[in-house]
């Protein structure tokens, strides 16, 4: 499920806390690390969740507006198309969604009210209004609605947002990751699916990219001091002080991931940390990062410091 550019930016993101906290405990910043994934895995959950909180809302507006003392002839006889959205109640009957939310923890229950707020927000929309109009049925089409209204709509409420803020830290750079996944999971549900297959964090059959998140973080960390005198050396006319701490350990990430992992190319090494740079560092950091390990590399690789096995890899 997870990809290895999302393995990076947690491993950054663990590297700063570590070093901001004064170089703190190896084995407790490794410790956050994981359960730092774990909650990307809680917040899977919760999005899944929340879509069947929607139809229950939906439920409960249609209820209201029968038990009205004057119902109007829209209450008496109220549209439930979203309330019979085929991919919907898949959701609200998966037992396997069910379980991990029993096992994670996952529960709306004590935000009902905001769940009605952002149910009202979301019933506003020209798409949610579109598809309840329409004459259109089925389930291709149902899946698609739901897809196109979790995309623009569901993951943009501010009110969610302010509410993953504050329900974890570790949720401020994971929406986007996390809703890639869930909308990966709503693709793969068909017609007369009586459960849903979820997405598993790590791959049960294969830890190669589980050893790639501990390894990265503890070679970085043990690495850590000879690297940064490599650093040093390519950034004579610089004070490692007056160098952006998040560029620092970006460098350090690269190095180490450079040594270690000889399977790994080189290029694909640059360009994924120069990628970081731009969106998390200095508007000048991928132009600093870029010269500075583009002559550590091909210094290391001259001095035998980086090996890779396979052609092409230290291109």
Excluded: C
């Amino acid at each position: 499920m997870l990809n290895r550019r999302h393995i990076r930016i947690k491993v950054m993101q663990a590297l700063y806390a570590h070093y901001t906290e004064g170089e703190g405990d190896v084995k407790k910043s490794q410790e956050a690390l994981f359960f730092s994934f774990d909650k990307m895995y809680e917040m899977y959950i919760y999005l899944f969740s929340l879509i069947i909180e929607m139809q229950g809302a939906a439920i409960e507006k249609i209820e209201a507006g029968k038990n009205k003392k004057l119902p109007t002839q829209e209450d008496l006889h109220p549209n439930t198309k979203f309330v019979t959205n085929r991919v919907i109640r898949t959701l609200v009957h998966s037992k396997s969604l069910k379980k991990a939310a029993d096992d994670t923890g996952v529960s709306w229950a004590d935000q009902k009210e905001l769940v009605k707020k952002v149910f009202k927000d979301l019933i506003e929309t020209e798409d949610y209004k579109e598809y309840m109009e329409s004459d259109e049925r089925g389930f291709d089409h149902d899946r698609e609605f739901l897809l196109r209204f979790f995309k623009r709509h569901m993951i943009n409420v501010e009110l969610l947002h302010d509410f993953f803020e504050e329900k974890s830290i570790f949720w401020n750079d994971d929406l986007d990751i996390v809703s890639s996944m869930t909308i990966k999971t709503i693709k793969t549900i068909s017609d007369g699916d009586d459960d849903v297959h979820l997405l598993e964090l790590w791959d049960s059959s294969d830890d190669e990219e589980l050893e790639f998140a501990k390894n990265l973080f503890v070679k970085t960390l043990s690495q850590g001091e000879e690297n940064e005198t490599f650093i040093q050396e390519s950034t004579k006319n610089w004070e490692i002080e007056r160098i952006a701490s998040l560029d620092t350990i970006l460098m350090k990430m690269a190095l180490a991931e450079a040594r270690t992992f000889e399977t790994v190319p080189l290029k694909v090494t640059l360009n994924e940390y120069i990628e970081l740079s731009k969106y998390y560092s200095t508007p000048k950091s991928n132009g600093f990062i870029n010269g500075v390990l583009d002559q550590l590399f091909a210094k290391l690789k001259e001095d035998g410091v980086i090996k890779k096995i396979g052609r092409g890899l230290l291109q």
